[in-house]
């Protein structure tokens, strides 16, 4: 009898005897470890515990990739994950040199389930065979290993920094990375490390780049003389300077962009390398262990800046100079300046409802004359030159702006401060769309912004039947958990029923189209659906189903429908 088709967690591994292995082994760097002895080492602790139970047919080795990476995101690995997951693979079990080469903290659990998935089983040194998760002394063995691999990531690591800290403070060692724009990395002699030494490994030191440093200098000074990051990286791209990442391409793969912008010349002006000293610790990499489900972790380290505080700046000048203590502190004020002279606050009252008219984006704040403005550069940055063939700019001042609003629009004419006009704007969910003489007042659904005083008589209207009903709900409200149970709908009618008056309250002439159903769903006083009823016309004074909201008035010269007694009593219309 044939038996039943398995699923891809049912897969069984062959007879022991006769196993096929896949070899996977890590290192941690590829420039500062041998990759040919460490891989041979740990092939050879791996053929050591599978010999004599099968053989290794095909290999995976991760050469620089960190032990906090999740497997997914380490080249070899995630291969050896694809090749595990087809139906035709080439082994039957994985096996590894050392735990705390191929895994920290508890991804090793993770990959055994996934591999387990698959038939596939992980084979490690420490237990001397294949790990078992239904087995508690494995399980165990597993989180004890997965602690101790941590932990020796954070000793080493903490030893390191300690030691690179007092380096770069005492010696004024350079610790590696790129150099600045403006220096160039020359030879500084020996490692002071014999056996690094041994190995070839070199110093470094900063040096002035001929070409690059007058350029720095400039900036400072145009900085010094009260230009903007801007107005510099906007002056700079006119004058065909290369940009950073042009200049050295080898150095700045990463950078895109080939112009100045103004975060370039904010991150120069920023550094305190260009005093001749020595800094570390501006950035630090975050070494979070992935977590499934967890984005930002599971993409690996991430690199994030440090507090002033945490840097550390070595005592004495370590490489010439391209400006003065001074001139540097100086050009950190003027960055730092945030606020006007007089101490006074910068107040936008129409920020987040003025939208472009043609591009659609939103009016960015501008202050002029001492006076609030808007304006949309239709996405130019001041960093860049304007083409002849740009749009023209949008900008209206606040005061013009609310002037023209308010002649314009009769449900605005009781107002006379952008603050107010604002705010009924923004509880009518409207938004202005300016161009470039031109103002006009959306909502969401197209309709007229509700005049201020019917706005009021609604407000006023919705707050005094919100309380009223509060003061019944609390006669009702269960005294009891139990109590509490019987009554699963209260909360969500309640809240239903405040929503509709603030829906009606918004848009009262929306709220009941001609034609439309009501929005209290056509119910009774009692509270049953009645279909036959819940069409509410626009000339009705209430809604037929008996929710009480009021109709609009009818427009003048136009007679009035029966109120709903007059209906029930002589058989409808």
Not at 258 to 278: D, K, M
Request: contains cysteine; glycine residues 8%; hydrophobic residues 35%.
């Amino acid at each position: 009898m044939p038996s039943a088709p398995r699923v891809r967690g049912d897969r069984q591994p062959r007879a022991v005897s006769g196993l096929r292995f896949a070899f996977y082994g890590r290192i941690s760097t590829s420039e500062y470890q041998d990759p040919v002895s460490s891989r041979a080492w740990q092939l050879e602790a791996a053929q050591r515990l599978v010999a004599g139970r099968g053989r290794i047919v095909v290999e995976f080795f991760d050469p620089g990739a960190s032990r906090s990476l999740p497997w997914v995101k380490r080249p070899q690995a995630a291969a050896l994950l694809t090749a595990a997951a087809a139906r035709d693979r080439e082994f039957d079990a994985v096996v590894v040199g050392e735990f705390e080469r191929a895994f920290a903290g508890g991804e090793a659990r993770r990959v055994i389930e996934t591999l387990r998935g698959f038939g596939v089983q992980l084979w490690l040194p420490e237990v001397e065979g294949p790990i078992n998760l239904d087995e508690p002394d494995h399980r165990a063995l597993l989180m004890l290993l997965g602690h101790q691999s941590q932990r020796e990531v954070l000793r080493t690591r903490l030893r390191v920094r300690s030691a690179m800290a007092v380096q770069v403070r005492e010696q004024g060692r350079h610790q590696g990375g790129r150099p600045p724009y403006g220096y160039q990395l020359v030879d500084a002699g020996p490692h002071p490390n014999q056996m690094q030494a041994s190995w070839g490994r070199r110093r470094h030191r900063l040096e002035v780049d001929p070409v690059a440093a007058p350029h720095v200098r400039w900036i400072f000074a145009r900085r010094l003389a009260g230009m903007s990051a801007a107005g510099i990286a906007r002056e700079l791209n006119e004058r065909r300077i290369p940009s950073p990442g042009v200049y050295d391409r080898v150095r700045n793969p990463h950078r895109a962009q080939a112009v100045w912008t103004l975060r370039t010349v904010a991150a120069i002006l920023a550094n305190p390398r260009y005093t001749g000293r020595q800094v570390w610790n501006r950035q630090f990499t975050d070494h979070r262990e992935a977590v499934p489900g967890d984005k930002r972790s599971s993409l690996g380290p991430v690199r994030i800046w440090n507090p002033r505080s945490d840097w550390v700046i070595s005592e004495d000048r370590t490489h010439p100079a391209l400006v003065s203590d001074d001139d540097f502190t100086a050009a950190q004020g003027i960055t730092a300046q945030a606020v006007p002279e007089n101490g006074s606050q910068r107040r936008y009252a129409l920020t987040d409802l003025l939208i472009c008219a043609s591009c659609r984006r939103r009016l960015a704040g501008h202050w002029v004359n001492g006076r609030p403005g808007y304006r949309c550069r239709h996405g130019h940055t001041s960093a860049q030159p304007v083409s002849e063939d740009a749009p023209r700019w949008v900008y209206w001042s606040e005061t013009r702006l609310v002037e023209q609003l308010i002649a314009g629009n009769a449900a605005l004419a009781d107002y006379s401060s952008a603050s107010d006009v604002a705010a009924h704007l923004r509880r009518c969910d409207a938004v202005i769309v300016c161009g470039a003489g031109t103002v006009v007042i959306e909502t969401a659904d197209n309709q007229p912004i509700t005049p201020r005083a019917v706005q009021a008589e609604h407000d006023a209207a919705e707050t005094a039947e919100a309380a009223a009903e509060d003061v019944l709900t609390m006669k009702d409200r269960p005294q009891s958990g139990a109590e509490q149970d019987e009554h699963p709908d209260l909360r969500s009618s309640r809240a239903g029923r405040r929503s509709h008056r603030r829906q009606a309250a918004r848009n009262p002439i929306r709220s009941h189209q001609d034609g439309d159903d009501c929005t209290c769903g056509g119910r009774s006083p009692e509270g049953k659906p009645d279909r036959s009823v819940s069409s509410c016309r626009l000339t009705e004074r209430l809604c037929a189903s008996g929710c009480g909201l009021d109709k609009p008035d009818p427009p003048s010269g136009a007679t009035a429908s029966p109120s709903v007694d007059a209906l029930s009593t002589t058989g409808g219309r």
